[in-house]
């Protein structure tokens, strides 16, 4: 590659993600000289993809402690899937806090992602509060609501 650039690399990176060598993706971002929050977001995404959510959080944890970055939307899009995986219920209310701070809380796809992650760490009242007050997409609450046993009853224990 002639012209070695933050773009390029970062290209490069979600095209080795994309077909799941996150392996290489990794040895790329981590020889970048410059790294953008795009490049982080792309490779946590691609941890988070590939189903390696420890991997994901211990990089989003590294974003965080750079201080030149600011998480946005796209982090919060990419991190989800893996608190997901991993129950971490404790992180995921800590990003949702972080989207109500930043005013994300209006985002479809961030709703969608903020539910799924509720949905999959079995929080089905917060869920439920969740539909109630933003907008989402249904699909992805009717997906998970097979897994509690009264959808109604969730609302009267709230």
């Given amino acids: 590659m002639t012209d070695r650039n933050v773009v390029s690399w970062t290209s490069m990176m979600y095209g080795y993600c994309h077909h799941g060598d996150v392996q290489s993706a990794r040895s790329l971002f981590d020889a970048m000289a410059e790294k953008n929050l795009i490049s982080w977001n792309v490779m946590i995404g691609g ?19 750079n201080m030149s970055l600011e998480l946005d939307g796209v ?63 249904w699909p992805v609450w009717t997906s998970h609501s097979t897994r509690f046993d009264d959808v109604q009853k969730l609302k009267e224990d709230g």
Wanted: charged letters at 25%; aromatic letters at 8%; a positive charge.
């Fill in 47 to 65: 941890y988070s993809q590939n189903k390696q959510p420890y991997e994901a959080l211990k990089l989003f944890h590294e974003l965080q402690s």
């Fill in 75 to 137: 982090t919060v899009v990419s991190i989800l899937p893996a608190i997901a995986d991993l129950g971490a219920l404790d992180l995921g209310r800590w990003v949702h806090k972080f989207v109500q701070r930043k005013k994300l809380d209006r985002v479809i796809n961030i709703c969608t992602a903020l539910i799924d992650m509720y949905a999959k760490c079995e929080a089905a009242v917060r869920v439920d509060r969740a539909i109630e007050t933003r907008p989402i997409t």
